[in-house]
């Protein structure tokens, strides 16, 4: 069974940046390409990031792109997303999840959730 957990979530301040870590169980991340979503109080959850399962091919969300920056060590079966220049608006819970098929931005595409760890960003 596949399953994600998310951690380096915290209080951050605008303009400050924060690292996320999403490490998988099971055999198969290395051959899976990954996702990270975000959902603020009262939203729905939202695409934040996409990267292939080399790490070679990425994809952002227009709301964080030339800031965030996701990556992967297949060795260590860890995904990451480098968060820079923080807003307030990028406060949400972060989640990690594997893609299945289909259009990469959204939610039904992703399978095996993690439990997602809190980004807040305080001004």
């Known amino acids: 069974q596949v399953q994600h957990l998310e951690s380096g979530g915290g209080l951050v301040q605008v303009g400050g940046s924060t690292r996320l870590s999403c490490v998988a169980s099971g055999r198969t991340f290395s051959t899976s390409e990954m996702g990270w979503f975000r959902q603020a109080p009262g939203k729905v959850r939202e695409f934040v990031a996409h990267i292939s399962w080399s790490g070679e091919i990425t994809e952002y969300a227009d709301s964080v792109k030339g800031r965030f920056t996701i990556s992967r060590d297949n060795v260590k079966n860890t995904m990451y997303l480098q968060m820079n220049r923080l807003k307030p608006e990028d406060t949400a819970v972060y989640y990690c999840?594997?893609?299945?098929?289909?259009?990469?931005?959204?939610?039904?595409?992703?399978?095996?959730w993690g439990q997602g760890t809190q980004v807040t960003v305080s001004s």
């Open positions: 999840a594997q893609f299945r098929g289909g259009v990469l931005y959204r939610t039904e595409s992703y399978t095996y």
